[in-house]
């Protein structure tokens, strides 16, 4: 005896299922709670690793070149040659601002994540840019200018041509 089923192809592979209204609100729910929960968290992951990082470089940023600017003309122009007390402690104050200054910067950078991209989109400024500013900074607090010590008549070798080359190259750099 032979037995032959016959099965329409259509009630094999056509099944469907119809969801009833409360499940489609659940289902719209549930789907909208997990993309909105993704969502956050995905916001929080930017917002911790780029950007908070980002705010506190690009605030440093500012305050260096507010330094710059505001010790810029005691960079351009001699101190005394024998300083008093209270020139020698300026001078000690430009110097520890600039070298912190330096220092600070690079520890910001270093603390930004996905740099590599936002330097190429120019958000922030290169490693090399940096190191060369942060170089720029710590020449600036190792250079005062000082009447009498390393006065030099070729402007090649003046300080204050230095300096002043110097504080615009950091202006371009960060700027």
Known sequence: MILIIHLKPCTVFCYYYVMSEIEQAAWTAA????GGTLLFLFGECAKVLIVVPLQKYKEHVQV??????????QL???FSDKPDK??????RQISADLRSAATQLKSKYTVISFKKFLAIIR???SKRQLNEACGCLIFLSNNLPQAGRLRNRDPKHDQITLNDARIEEIKKLLG
């Not at 789907?31 to 997990?34: N, R, S």
Request: aromatic share 16%; charged share 25%; net charge negative.
């Open 31 to 34: 789907f909208t709670l997990l």
């Open 64 to 73: 260096t070149l507010d330094r710059v600017e505001f010790y810029s003309n």
């Open 123 to 125: 958000i922030i400024p």
């Open 86 to 91: 209270k020139e020698l402690e300026r001078m």
């Open 76 to 78: 351009t122009n001699f």
